[in-house]
């Protein structure tokens, strides 16, 4: 199976159709426009069954963070020889987080029920921390230096200490989520609710909802994206209609 690098924005490539659905969802994109995105290396992957979920990436290390779900493993690929560093056999995984602190890797294990630790050097498992049901999105808060992970259309976000590996909290939301994402201006974290049309708002020092945005008239949120310069979120959702806000 190959899949393509995109000028280093492999996980911004949905954020940027994203914002064309936001900001032009009627306008006509002409064809001399200039493109957006330019395609890059192709990497290989071998004895692939395919099917790719979340895409992260590790800044510190430049490496491209590939949870592959179908395969049953967390790929770890470096960004400057685009060579493939190693396949760590974890279960299906959905997504991975990276604490740039300590360099460690948290990866969502979705029908295991469970969030694997895997060492930056070594690439091996550490660590398997278990929770009460299915897992999905996944993402590194550095204000309280926890993971949050939330569970996979269910009722729950969970905190984890990424410095004792152990559940620090359960937060109840609305309904089934799906993408998240951390504002580091305001310390908030952004969480579509597919279920209910909405994105809620967490605050991580509380670990409690303090605020939901209705999506309508667009439903099923999906993806999500904060644009830091202009303060505007971006809700990608699965309809013909996409929302932004001030966040």
């Not at 395919?50 to 895409?55: C, E, P, R, T, V």
């Not at 056999?89 to 029920?113: C, E, L, R, T």
Request: with cysteine; proline share 5%; hydrophobic share 40%.
């Amino acid at each position: 199976m190959k899949y393509h690098i995109l000028s280093g924005l492999a996980r911004s490539a949905p954020v940027v159709l994203g914002l064309t659905l936001a900001l032009a969802p009627t306008a006509r994109l002409a064809a001399e426009d200039k493109a957006t995105l330019v395609p890059g290396a192709t990497i290989q992957i071998n004895d692939s069954k395919g099917k790719f979920d979340f895409l992260e990436i590790d800044s510190q290390r430049h490496r491209l963070l590939a949870a592959h779900e179908k395969d049953e493993t967390a790929d770890f690929i470096d960004l400057t020889t685009n060579k493939v560093l190693a396949r760590v056999k974890v279960g299906p995984a959905v997504g991975i987080a990276v604490d740039p602190k300590s360099g460690k890797y948290f990866v969502s294990v979705q029908d295991d029920k469970r969030v694997a630790v895997i060492d930056p050097e070594s690439f091996k498992e550490t660590n398997s921390i278990t929770l009460a049901g299915e897992t999905d999105a996944i993402i590194f808060v550095p204000s309280n230096r926890s993971i949050y992970v939330t569970n996979d259309n269910g009722k729950y976000v969970w905190a984890i200490s990424a410095d004792s590996e152990k559940v620090t909290g359960t937060i109840e939301i609305p309904g089934a989520p799906e993408c998240m994402v951390y504002d580091s201006a305001n310390d908030k974290i952004y969480l579509n609710i597919k279920t209910t049309d909405q994105v809620v708002v967490i605050d991580p020092k509380t670990n409690t909802i303090v605020a939901k945005w209705s999506t309508a008239p667009a439903v099923k949120p999906h993806g999500i994206a904060l644009d830091v310069d202009s303060g505007k979120l971006f809700s990608w959702h699965r309809s013909d209609v996409s929302c932004s806000r001030d966040r």
